[in-house]
């Protein structure tokens, strides 16, 4: 049996925990992909605790993308309309360092920007933030997570002091009433949603609502679904707040004792009467009332949350609007308890912890804060003053800067911008005007290679070892089981060889990624995530949920290892004063809503077996079986109104892009509301690209653009 190794699905960030068996099957013939290459053996591992054994589709397949289409070498062109050309690792890596250290002289360390993406390991990521925002002098690392856990992030930190999920999967086993907002979770996290659906299938008294514009298939297992109009969570949550006071329904001990700015929210709510927000979300008035209840009732609350609220213009005031219920009601910080974000990769949380976005230092620190600099900048021996106090470019500020030449070098890493980002044409306009762009991947072509000068082989999924973070903040050690196909290496590897060639050859010289893990451990000390104490080596025993080292000195004042599993079990937060905030605010609906030239509201999302731009899933047969084509959901009254029946094709128009689709007509989607899935880039289809049509408004203060909404127009495609 030593022949298993234990590893994580690198797909979402529900995080289940997979054990992998070498192709051979004793007895039975080697299962071979339709290149002819023997299928590593996937199976659940019973014992991870996050998912018990359990995978979706998802999880189960991944071994059959291992070895298709893999970028096996470096590759270098001199410019975008020339071929690609074979290169040495020396002769790509001189080349970096030659253009790192000339974008340097011409345009100073703001010329210089990575984007990352939470495919990464945490070391990958550790390595990527000592090199640029420590040695590099410029915080212009962003990753995928910008588009996707941004608004989260910033809500966590703004209301409870720091950014970290307080709960975990258990609660979702242990609640009375579980109320889910903007997350198709039974497509985009099945396995946590198979936890909770099957308790509360155990236990009728549970009660599950889900709100979401469509009903999906997580709204049908649930009790009540409120088909809010597009844009109004806001209202909602403000509406639900408004009839607690009105009824008492609040904790009254717990909001003065561990809490501020409660006044200002209870003047702002006390606009919000149930008639207006009924009319306002469009949903009948005893649901509203409903719903509430279930809040004012239930003595263990938990809130699911993902991209319907984060990707929005107003991600942040939606995340802090939800999270001002459980402030509220005191459901936060006790089992079954609390607001709890599912994020969407498989180490957003990693990329969180070790500082993967543009405004934040490892140890959930932010370059803002001169303490936190000087504390990274003594961990790493660099001189006081060397990191950059002013936050780099996010994903939406990389592009401007691209479109007025503020971008000498761009390196993209594990992501696929030109699928995933909003307002897609200009995106493509901007990276074709990049002087130097790196796109360091596992697989070629992907349709970020078309903008690349050079590309560079990385290990992936199964070739490296290393850690990864999931929702519920359990580290699992993802563990190699097979060398790097070709002379692909892992990404902290990469990012380690360029600093050593630029001259920073003690700080970046690691045997093996134990030890950068060792090193990371350290500068997360003391803070919410502290992991200090960690190891690859005890992490190969099993996974570990933070915090870990010694967080209960700096929160509670009772050593208790069960904080563990939640945070903030004494109510004591990490804010100034040791209380959460609760923050007041008024919608401002949809940045682009519908007008008569663009009557309808796209709104965009992901299915059950298809991953974000189809990298791996487009290359797996049994998922490309289940989607054979990109489609658009339309209710049957503005189908009749557009003259189309089922599998007639329209054409999609916003102000910036077209599309066209498929139509699969359902009651499913409200009238004036169309949907499309995410996930097709020009490679997989053509002109199917949701983001042709996105706009790339985004939150003021989490930068997380609007992905979820926009205005468009449809025509029936007339067959020839
Ligand atoms: Fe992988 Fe997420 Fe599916 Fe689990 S739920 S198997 S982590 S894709």
């Not at 797909?11 to 997979?18: I, P």
């Not at 975990?168 to 609640?175: A, G, I, M, N, V």
């Not at 949350?305 to 910080?333: F, P």
């Not at 590897?493 to 970046?508: P, T």
Request: hydrophobic share 35%; with cysteine; net charge neutral.
């Amino acid at each position: 049996m030593n022949d298993i190794t234990k590893t994580l699905c690198p797909y979402c960030g529900v995080g289940c925990g997979l054990e992998v068996l070498p192709p051979a099957q004793r007895g039975k013939a080697t299962k071979r992909d339709d290149l002819g290459n023997p299928i590593w053996q996937v199976r659940g591992d019973r014992s991870h605790p996050s998912s018990q054994g359990m995978v979706c589709v998802k999880g189960a397949t991944i071994a059959e993308s291992l070895d298709k289409d893999r970028l096996l070498y470096p590759m270098i062109r001199e410019s975008l309309d020339r071929p690609f050309r074979r290169a040495s690792w020396d002769e790509a890596l001189d080349l970096i360092v030659t253009r790192l250290q000339a974008v340097q002289q011409q345009l100073g360390p703001q010329g210089i920007c990575m984007y990352g993406s939470g495919q990464l390991q945490t070391e990958d990521y550790y390595i990527a933030q000592k090199l640029l925002k420590g040695f590099l002098k410029t915080n212009n690392f962003d990753s995928n997570s910008r588009l996707c856990m941004s608004s989260a992030v910033v809500g966590y930190q703004q209301s409870l002091g720091s950014d970290g999920p307080p709960c975990c999967y258990e609660d979702l086993e242990q609640t009375d009433f579980a109320f889910l907002i903007g997350t198709n979770a039974a497509e985009c996290h099945p396995i946590a949603f198979n936890r909770l659906r099957k308790y509360h299938k155990r236990n009728p008294r549970v009660k599950m609502v889900v709100v979401d514009p469509r009903r999906t298939a997580t709204a049908e297992a649930a009790d009540l679904h409120l088909a809010i109009k597009p844009g109004t969570d806001i209202d909602l949550l403000n509406g639900i707040a408004y009839l607690l006071m009105q009824w008492g329904a609040i904790h009254a001990p717990f909001i003065d004792e561990c809490t501020s700015h409660f006044p200002e929210f209870a003047q702002l709510i006390s606009e919000y009467t149930p008639e207006r927000v009924a009319q306002r979300c469009d949903i009948p008035l005893d649901s509203l009332e409903e719903v509430a209840r279930y809040w004012a009732e239930s003595e263990k609350t938990i809130s699911l949350w993902s991209m319907g609220m984060n990707q929005s213009s107003e991600g942040t005031a939606k995340v802090r609007s939800l999270i001002n219920l459980h402030l509220m009601t005191g459901t936060i910080g006790k089992p079954g308890c609390g607001p709890f974000s599912l994020t969407g990769q498989p180490n957003a949380m990693g990329g969180r912890e070790s500082g993967g976005l543009s405004s934040l230092l490892p140890g959930y620190r932010s370059v803002k804060n001169p303490v936190h600099r000087a504390e990274v900048e003594a961990f790493w021996g660099l001189p006081p003053g060397q990191i950059s106090p002013q936050p780099g470019y996010t994903a939406g500020e990389m592009v401007q800067a691209l479109e007025t030449g503020g971008i000498g070098l761009l390196w993209v890493v594990a992501t696929n911008p030109v699928v995933s980002l909003p307002d897609l044409e200009r995106a493509k306009a901007a990276l074709a005007r990049s002087p130097f762009t790196i796109v360091q991947d596992a697989y070629y072509p992907t349709e970020t290679t078309e903008f690349a000068h050079v590309l560079l082989p990385a290990a992936q999924w199964g070739e490296k070892t290393g850690t990864m973070t999931n929702s519920e903040r359990v580290v699992t050690l993802c563990q190699a089981f097979r060398p790097p196909k070709g002379e692909a290496k892992p990404d902290w590897e990469i990012f380690a060889e360029v600093a050593r060639r630029l001259g920073f050859g003690d700080r970046f010289t690691y045997p093996n990624s134990a030890a950068v893990y060792a090193e990371y451990v350290q500068i997360t000390q003391g803070r919410v995530c502290d992991l200090s104490g960690l190891s690859h080596e005890l992490l190969a025993d099993g996974p570990i949920q933070w915090p870990y080292g010694s967080l209960e000195k700096h929160f509670d004042p009772q050593p208790n290892r069960e904080p563990n599993k939640r945070l903030y079990t004494h109510f004591r937060f990490p804010t100034p004063d040791g209380r959460a905030r609760f923050g007041a605010y008024h919608s401002r609906g949809l940045a682009e809503p519908p007008d008569p030239d663009y009557p309808l509201v796209l709104t965009t999302g992901r299915l059950y077996g298809h991953w974000h731009t189809q990298t791996r899933t487009g290359r797996i047969e049994k998922i490309q079986q289940m989607y054979p084509q990109a489609f658009i959901e339309i209710h049957p009254r503005d189908a009749l109104k557009l003259g189309v029946v089922e599998n007639d094709w329209v054409d999609v128009q916003s102000r910036r892009g077209k599309s066209r689709f498929a139509v699969k007509v359902t009651k499913a989607i409200a009238p004036g509301t169309v949907f499309v899935p995410m996930h097709w880039g020009s490679l997989w289809a053509e002109n199917a690209e949701a983001n042709a049509l996105t706009h790339s408004e985004s939150c003021p203060d989490s930068s997380q653009p609007e992905l979820k909404a926009c205005a468009v127009q449809l025509s029936k495609v007339k067959s020839e």
